[in-house]
């Protein structure tokens, strides 16, 4: 294979601004033992929860109805629902939509557009109301909104402003009601699927060390430097298809600390095991399966959703099998810290629960427009944190539902920009430009004070924490993003030692308000099990 090595010139600059403070953390140390992140697939925080904790209650839908004094949300409520400034905007033409809700017969919808570039253009420098001409994708669902004759038509871009409420999403609707959520949580940067992963194993996109085909997916970031702000294919992946643009990550990772601390630790994607064989008799890099409410076969394993696959460091090519049940998340084995879904069942049913997991769902259940959507996805969501809430090491757990992008689905709310860029692909405050001054974060390579092509924050998503430390019914305002999660892995298992070489999670907000760990004891003993095709609680009744 020909790897070509990156050295690519300086195409402008910009002047370093000052750093922000970073945050102070409490470490929540001896607490939480285990960490599960549940990183799921493009969905906005309005597209899940825009009404919560409202939802419409029609017959034939599982029903959803708030505790008492659940906390209201930075929702879709008055003029945002009825005179949204993307139904005003002439721009818009005639896909010019208000917000309008989806039932659970329009579960399978089309993927929108996601772009680093479109959905900078879709915020209109904070405005919010360019979705349905930057971000915006016609598809399936039905032609038509359910409701009154004249409601906005779903066959053109204005699908884009569609949104699910508890009477769909009911199982994360019941576990935001049962533990806690954020409703500022944001991307790391703007941008797709890759982006949004590699951001959450390392904070830093910039670094790109090789380049296999098309260089679409990437800008010059400055110093000679590259950045990634796409979804190329990893080139150490033997799954990667050879005909798209592949790419190779330098700098560290969380992976990387966590081995030198001799922490356990593992990436577990359904699909990465190619010896499996499925019901179907698929196998190899072709495993599927079928998805009746999408109406397609879907390829099991996604090459770009796999952090990890991108750093030599922690890469495992050939998908190489653990040893043994007993070696997963240990170091110094052949899978690398890389394995299959499964695995993790199997590992902890064996005991050996590693102390940091990352969860990735086949593709049909991991909530991406297009391939799955939010009742596969119910499923998966449901089957994961059932088996961890029974589980004897559950008073130690806490396990975190988070999302890679946005896939460009309307949200209301502008996110702070604390990172600048001037790249040919910014266009947030200007053509050329997002952004307009401190902090800046550098690249990974020497003497780079600013790595470009990593504008941020950028769109808002959903985060849930459900644990026994977690608060009851609760939700937190404070600013966070993806990084966030890498904070809190860092502070409870590394002593608060951060990445560096220009990594977010300097920035960084604080999860410590979702938890409580005053007590010698987690407070949130309930043990809460959900019906997995509805999402309603089956107990504690």
């Excluded at 939480?32 to 493009?42: A, G, P």
């Excluded at 996601?114 to 405005?127: P, S, T, V």
């Excluded at 004897?392 to 990172?419: F, Q, R």
């Excluded at 790595?451 to 924050?457: S, W």
């Amino acid at each position: 294979m020909v790897r070509l090595l990156l050295s690519l010139a300086l195409v402008g600059s910009v002047a370093v601004g000052q750093q922000a403070k970073a945050p102070t953390h409490s470490a929540p140390a001896g607490k939480l033992k285990h960490i599960v992140v549940i990183f799921q697939e493009n969905v906005s925080f309005d597209h899940y929860f825009g009404t919560y904790p409202h939802a419409l209650n029609p017959p034939g839908e599982p029903r959803f109805v708030a505790l008492p004094d659940t906390p209201e949300v930075a929702g879709l409520r008055g003029d945002l629902l009825t005179r949204n400034g993307n139904a005003t905007n002439a721009e818009n033409g005639g896909d010019a939509a208000n917000p309008f809700r989806l039932d659970r017969s329009q579960a399978a919808t089309a993927d929108q557009h996601h772009d680093y570039r479109a959905e900078q253009l879709a915020f209109d420098h904070g405005k919010m109301d360019l979705f349905p001409r930057y971000t915006g994708r016609s598809g399936p669902p039905p032609d038509r909104a359910p409701g009154e004759a004249g409601d906005p038509p779903l066959n053109n871009q204005g699908l884009v402003m569609g949104y699910y409420d508890g009477n769909t999403v009911t199982a994360l609707w019941n576990y935001a009601q049962h533990y806690a959520m954020s409703d500022h949580s944001f991307g790391t940067t703007f941008g797709p699927s890759t982006v949004g992963a590699i951001n959450l194993v390392s904070g830093q996109t910039n670094g790109v060390t090789e380049v296999i085909g098309g260089r679409g997916t990437l800008v010059e970031g400055g110093g000679g430097s590259v950045t990634d702000i796409g979804d190329p294919n990893p080139v150490h992946d033997i799954c990667s298809n050879s005909n798209g643009a592949r790419i190779g990550m330098g700098g560290p990772n969380i992976g990387n600390l966590l081995t030198s601390a001799k922490v356990t630790w593992g990436w577990f994607q359904g699909g990465f095991d190619v010896q499996a064989v499925n019901l179907d008799r698929s196998t190899g890099c072709l495993r599927q399966h079928h998805s009746e409410i999408v109406g397609r076969d879907e390829r099991d394993y996604v090459p770009h959703h796999e952090p990890f696959q991108y750093y030599l460091s922690t890469a495992n090519p050939d998908h190489l099998r653990p040893t043994s049940t007993a070696m997963i998340g240990h170091d110094g084995d052949r899978g690398r810290h890389q394995y299959d879904l499964e695995d993790f069942f199997a590992a902890v049913d064996a005991g050996n629960f590693p102390a940091v997991s990352f969860l990735k769902a086949m593709a049909y259940q991991n909530g991406h427009a297009g391939n799955s959507d939010p009742l596969d996805e119910q499923q998966f969501l449901v089957r994961v944190v059932n088996f961890l809430e029974q589980r004897p090491e559950w008073d130690s757990t806490a396990v975190i539902i988070a999302y890679d992008d946005s896939d460009g689905w309307y949200d209301h709310l502008s996110s702070p920009i604390v990172n600048s860029s001037r790249s040919s692909q910014d266009a947030y405050t200007s053509d050329g430009v997002c952004g307009e001054g401190a902090p800046r974060l550098p690249g990974i390579g020497p003497g780079n004070p600013h790595a470009e092509g990593r504008c941020g924050y950028g769109p808002r998503l959903p985060l849930v924490v459900i644990s026994p430390w977690a608060r009851a019914n609760f939700v937190a305002h404070n600013i966070t993003d993806q990084t966030s999660i890498l904070r809190l892995i860092e502070d409870t298992f590394l002593h608060g030692r951060r990445l560096g070489k220009g990594s977010y999670d300097r920035l960084s907000g604080s999860l410590d308000p979702l938890f409580d760990f005053s007590g010698a004891k987690p407070h949130n003993t309930q043990r809460l099990r959900l019906d997995a095709e509805s999402g309603e609680i089956i107990e504690p009744k």
